[in-house]
């Protein structure tokens, strides 16, 4: 069987390259090792009896540009958070904080005097990220077009030729303020914000990318949705998707290879599309394997009775908890982290953030929780390296974790957060740990980096080739006939769709000149 198009891999980003290459009229067939797609695009019932739907790995949307989901015509719904964050003071044990959004309470911390640094310093980022955006979904400019596209000489030296964390210090002289912007350098990245290498500032540019504005919003009916409706228009353009099937090699002229039900199968594309890491392509193509980049993180999954209760209590606790609730996550704080991970440590206190889904879309929610006033919560851990994880026995490692996240939370709560937690149908708490390992050994992710590997610059190098259409759309490998089409392509990473979209465009492009 001879396909124009085999994808490897039934993650959002594959569903969405399969979509629009089966809406040029091309014929795609999608291959997914789980019995389900969606990849870490998914939504759970985690609790034996407890009627919610988690997003069980990924968790928020900023990446997916609107026109994918307008082109495919994808029922994919967002929700924007009221409220940015709200970051209680580890000084005061949380008896005072930051919020932002609507309104700020810098003066309650003792940084009134930030609050313009704050807001100059996202103004000046902004330039460089509206300008930038719209060239995710275009073939990739090189280095020097994209610094004269962004046209603002200090925004783009501070986020793209120095060390982010110097920007930080110089906007900003709250040790507090300063952690509150550098999380979003740090988070799923092993590094710290002064790192030479520049990949903390890689990181922090994609986070504040999405939309050109940086904005982070929570997919109604949780991110199983979107990575459903994705499917369905896939499916709806006339893509096959095809469930249980491992694939166990690829050959660079097309022929995939594949086991389901017990059965080998062989089925032959123009042009495979890996939705899969660079390491697990290597591995399948029988090519020598990348060295792995280590994820750097943990997520705890919760099911509350409530909400806690929080010592400060010039904040309520929809506006705390409606946007990223920063635990411990102080500049210094980072940094001591960083150091005592990178020394085989658990970090204590553990840096965490928390989003609470189900204040921006009850919908998760079957109507007996809502009433009852129960909440999802997620705890992420930041400096969490994979090498830490498997370091031990891993579900000791697992537990340990969990121990640190949840000790962390508490060291700001007005109440401990085992005293709001569920309890399953079995009267177990309602507590998920999902590791680097657990992402490995369940999706596939090496290392359990969320991004597939390092992530990279939006743009090309100056003197990098462009001369084929998978190069010029950052898709590239070895192999002219294979093609990255997820996480790890150039402008992957996150839940945006944009590699699986710029894997079609390549494709549609080679096919097209011959």
């Known amino acids: 069987m001879t396909y124009d198009a085999v ?20 014929r795609v067939q999608v291959l997914e090792r789980l ?28 990446l997916l540009p609107r ?24 000084e005061t044990g949380g008896r005072t904080g930051l919020l932002v959004g609507p309104t700020a309470t810098f003066g309650a911390i003792g940084a009134a005097a930030d609050e313009a640094g704050f807001a100059e310093f996202y103004r000046r980022c902004g330039t460089a990220t509206s300008r930038l955006w719209p060239t995710l979904l275009q073939p990739l400019t090189t280095r020097r077009q994209a610094r ?7 925004a783009w030296q501070m986020m793209v030729d120095e060390p982010i964390g110097h920007a930080i210090t110089d906007a900003v002289t709250s040790d507090l303020v ?7 350098a740090l988070i799923g990245t092993f590094a710290r914000t002064d790192d030479p290498s520049l990949t903390q500032n890689v990181c922090f540019l994609y986070h504040l990318l999405g939309g050109g504005t940086g904005d982070w919003d929570v997919p109604i009916g949780g991110m199983g949705a979107v990575s459903g409706a994705l499917a369905a228009a896939a499916a709806s353009h006339g893509a096959e998707i095809v469930c249980g099937a491992e694939v166990y090699g690829i050959d660079p002229d097309g022929e995939v290879r594949y086991r389901r039900g017990g059965d080998e199968h062989r089925v032959h594309g123009r042009y495979v599309l890996a939705n899969v890491t660079p390491t697990v392509l290597a591995r399948l193509l029988g090519d020598p394997e990348p060295d792995p980049v280590p994820g750097a993180q943990v997520k705890v999954n919760l099911m509350l009775r409530r909400l806690p209760r929080l010592h400060d209590d010039s904040v309520t606790a929809e506006q705390a908890f409606g946007g990223t609730f920063h635990i411990n996550e102080t500049y210094s704080q980072l940094d001591r982290a960083y150091a005592q991970a990178d020394h085989g440590v658990v970090p204590d206190p553990l840096p965490c953030e928390i989003y609470c889904h189900s204040l921006t879309d009850p919908t998760i929610l079957s109507d007996d ?11 992420f851990g930041l400096h969490t390296p994979h090498q830490l994880v498997t370091s031990g026995e891993t579900d000791r490692m697992r537990d340990a974790l969990t121990s640190a996240a949840l000790k962390s939370l508490n060291s700001v709560l007005a109440e401990p957060v085992q005293d709001v937690l569920m309890e399953d149908s079995a009267g177990r708490l309602c507590i998920e740990t999902k590791t680097t390992a657990d992402l490995e050994r369940a999706l596939g992710m090496t290392a359990g980096h969320i991004f597939h590997g390092a992530l990279s610059w939006p743009f090309a190098e100056d003197d990098e080739p462009l001369d084929t259409p998978a190069r010029r759309w950052g898709v590239a490998t070895p192999h002219a006939r294979v093609l990255l089409c997820g996480s790890g392509s150039r402008r992957g990473g996150a839940v945006s769709g944009i590699g699986g979209h710029n894997a079609a465009m390549a494709v549609l492009e080679s096919l097209a000149a011959k």
């Open 369 to 379: 929780l809502r009433a009852s006033g129960a909440h999802t919560l997620t705890v």
């Open 178 to 184: 300063r952690g509150v912007i550098a999380t979003d």
């Open 7 to 26: 994808i490897v891999g039934g993650g959002h980003n594959g569903l969405v390259a399969a979509a629009y290459l089966a809406r040029a009229g091309r």
């Open 35 to 62: 019995d389900h797609v969606g990849g870490a695009a998914v939504s759970a019932h985690a609790f034996d009896g407890v009627d919610a739907r988690l997003s069980r790995y990924s968790y928020l949307v900023s």
């Open 67 to 90: 026109r994918i989901i307008d082109d495919l015509d994808a029922r994919v719904r967002l929700a924007r958070r009221r409220y940015s964050s709200y970051t209680p003071d580890p």
């Open 148 to 154: 004269t596209l962004v046209g603002d000489d200090t």
